[in-house]
């Protein structure tokens, strides 16, 4: 079954860093595109980030400029660098996969928490 968990959320300060990890297991990751997506509370679950199989990356206008996807096919890793982080990227941060032949799936959700 497919798996992904979150790993390197916490709090810091505004204008601070932080890198999320997503570690993904049961399909092939090297060949499936996977995404990151954020909810803050009383709110809709919003995308984030965006990479493909080949590295192609996409990026919500929020954070263009700021966060940087990216991916370690020999450790089966998604990355999320967030650089110059605001109070408004506070947010539950899930990555997620929708394997070809297999089910959409989503990572329990790690917390950031920007404080000003």
């Known amino acids: 079954q497919v798996q992904l968990v979150e790993s390197g959320g916490g709090l810091v300060q505004a204008g601070g860093s932080l890198r999320l990890s997503c570690a993904a297991s049961g399909y092939p990751f090297s060949t499936t595109a996977m995404n990151w997506f954020r909810q803050a509370p009383g709110k809709q679950r919003e995308f984030v980030a965006s990479i493909s199989a080949a590295g192609t990356t996409n990026y919500a206008n929020s954070v263009k400029g700021r966060f940087t996807i990216s991916r370690d096919n020999t450790r089966n890793t998604l990355y999320l660098q967030m650089n110059s982080l605001k109070p408004e990227d506070t947010a539950v941060y899930y990555c997620?996969?929708?394997?070809?032949?297999?089910?959409?799936?989503w990572g329990q959700g790690i917390q950031v928490t920007v404080s000003s």
């Open positions: 997620n996969a929708w394997p070809l032949g297999m089910g959409l799936t």
